[in-house]
């Protein structure tokens, strides 16, 4: 079966809800989470049922999902991915966040560097207008000349020009 065969066939596996493993839901808190484990770690730890590997194996589940809910950081990352509806297992997606960031390249850029002060005042600061030439081109300022490249659109600067220049039109 190939990657794209796993992801289009995939079904959540009971074994990934940890809320419903331990009897609690997302509500929960975490003193609530760690007695309801406590009642379901007796009833199947490896001392009580000893030689049974079904019990064993659910004890282990038991604590995985323990040490998960009881996180807070953890928690958040589980319950983002249960609501994200993706495709894979949760350990896969742990995995992979590692390896994957987000892009968001349509994002609004950071707007501290615009409530800085101009330069050239000798206290910082500066009570004239702002200069536009130091203005990003998506706020319809910066004037954008690439290298000598200057002279080619004349030397005029024209408004159409400039709109150009800035995206505007």
Same mark, same amino acid.
């Given at each position: 079966?190939?990657?794209?065969?796993?992801?289009? #066939?995939?079904?959540?596996?009971?074994?990934?809800?940890y809320y419903g493993m331990l009897n609690c839901d997302e509500n929960s808190t975490i003193e609530q989470i760690q007695a309801e484990y406590k009642v379901l770690a007796l009833q199947h730890h490896p001392d009580k049922n000893s030689g049974d590997k079904e019990a064993?194996?659910?004890?282990?589940?038991?604590?995985?999902?323990?040490?998960?809910?009881?996180?807070?950081?953890?928690?958040?990352?589980?319950?983002?991915?249960?609501? #994200?509806?993706?495709?894979? #297992?949760?350990?896969?997606?742990?995995?992979?966040?590692?390896?994957?960031?987000?892009?968001?390249?349509?994002?609004?850029?950071?707007?501290?560097?615009?409530?800085?002060?101009?330069?050239?005042?000798?206290? =910082?600061?500066?009570?004239?207008?702002?200069?536009?030439?130091?203005?990003?081109?998506?706020?319809? =300022?910066?004037?954008?000349?690439?290298?000598?490249?200057?002279?080619?659109? =004349?030397?005029?600067?024209?408004?159409?020009?400039?709109?150009?220049?800035?995206?505007?039109?």
């Open positions: 079966m190939s990657a794209v065969d796993e992801i289009i #066939s995939y079904k959540r596996n009971p074994d990934e809800d064993e194996a659910k004890f282990q589940k038991l604590k995985e999902a323990k040490e998960i809910l009881c996180d807070p950081e953890k928690r958040a990352n589980y319950d983002k991915w249960r609501h #994200s509806g993706i495709s894979i #297992s949760y350990k896969n997606w742990v995995g992979m966040k590692e390896h994957v960031h987000q892009s968001m390249h349509w994002a609004t850029p950071k707007t501290k560097d615009r409530m800085l002060p101009e330069t050239g005042a000798p206290s =910082g600061l500066s009570a004239g207008p702002p200069n536009p030439s130091l203005r990003r081109a998506s706020e319809g =300022g910066a004037a954008l000349y690439y290298g000598s490249r200057k002279g080619e659109w =004349g030397t005029e600067n024209s408004d159409v020009a400039n709109k150009f220049r800035n995206y505007e039109i």
